[in-house]
């Protein structure tokens, strides 16, 4: 089965740039969403099909996915953006189709 | 608005059924394919299963296959996911999700409900 490799946690000063990136094979080749979960609460959608992003997501999330690597892009951190992050994609490549979550990224805010 | 509400969820022994629902209003439920995503205490996402919107279409993750069931009733706007034969594992935080299709994101999502597996 498909398998979608994020680094369990970043760290980032407030106001610099966090990279969260999530591995799999030909990941290029698929449609990758992004999640962010605070604790205690329900996952909201932050970036779909790579790398765009739903009404009232600040501009500071982008995506970009290339090659074996997708990656979430959070500009001018704020305290507020501290949370779990997970990628997702589709997969149709097995016997088995189904949805493929990564493992999760805690962004920590310095 | 858009809303989905889990319930049903609770304290079951292992080896136990339980049945979840998830009712959806704010949009037509009929036009939307819908899933179940689980998160364990601490743990990350794991999605569990999908269902069409015309319920033509039926996916489950290989972990729960054979014990759990994904169907929905477009004319009362419910999801429902029968649990049988549960285990420890079993335990989590359950979600429904809805999305356009396989491939698309999961772009609203309910506040989940508790189950928990323990003798």
Known sequence: ?110 | EVQLVESGGGLVKPGGSLRLSCAASGFTFSSYSMNWVRQAPGKGLEWVSSISSSSSYIYYADSVKGRFTISRDNAKNSLYLQMNSLRAEDTAVYYCARDEDSNYPFDYWGQGTLVTVSS
């Not at chain 1, 979960?37 to 790579?50: E, F, I, N, S, T």
């Not at chain 1, 982008?62 to 997702?88: F, H, K, M, P, W």
């Open chain 1, 1 to 110: 089965s498909y398998v979608l490799t994020q680094p369990p946690s970043v760290s980032v000063a407030p106001g610099q740039t966090a990279r969260i990136t999530c591995g799999g094979n030909n990941i290029g080749s698929k449609s990758v969403h992004w999640y962010q979960q605070k604790p205690g609460q329900a996952p909201v959608l932050v970036v779909y099909d790579d790398s765009d992003r739903p009404s009232g997501i600040p501009e500071r999330f982008s995506g970009s996915n290339s090659g074996n690597t997708a990656t979430l892009t959070i500009s001018r951190v704020e305290a507020g953006d501290e949370a779990d992050y997970y990628c997702q994609v589709w997969d149709s490549s097995s016997d088995h189709p189904g949805v493929v979550f990564g493992g999760g990224t805690k962004l920590t805010v310095l």
